[in-house]
């Protein structure tokens, strides 16, 4: 079992910036990945990006250049680094962990933070 805690949600104009951190604690694993998923009015939930255990990344087009994603293992923590922030960014933003197996596959198991609120306006 896996506890997500998100932190750092806020109301920012648009052009600043906001860190998001997200701290596991619960079950240990070896090999995961975490990631940061949002969903804003009316649109679907979307991946913004991941991270796995040994430091890999991938990012939704649209937040490359502009968001960063990084994780302290030592603390069990994942961070989003949200730069240059536009009113479209606006949404609820969760944690994701995914334990993965010894080969590296998804073992089925996903845990979700409870989302945290980041509005930026115009």
């Known amino acids: 079992q896996v506890q997500l805690v998100e932190s750092g949600g806020g109301l920012v104009q648009a052009g600043g910036s906001l860190r998001l951190s997200c701290a596991a604690s619960?079950?240990?694993?070896?090999?995961?990945?975490m990631g940061w998923y949002r969903q804003a009015p009316g649109k679907q939930r979307e991946l913004v990006a991941t991270i796995t255990s040994p430091g890999s990344t991938n990012y939704l087009d649209s937040v490359k250049g502009r968001f960063t994603i990084s994780r302290d293992n030592a603390k069990n923590t994942v961070y989003l680094q949200m730069n240059s922030l536009k009113p479209e960014d606006t949404a609820v933003y969760y944690c994701?962990?995914?334990?993965?197996?010894?080969?590296?596959?998804?073992?089925?198991?996903?845990?979700w933070g409870q989302g945290t609120q980041v509005t930026v306006s115009s």
């Open positions: 994701n962990f995914q334990p993965l197996n010894g080969f590296g596959a998804r073992t089925g198991y996903n845990y």
């Open positions: 619960g079950s240990t694993f070896s090999l995961n990945v």
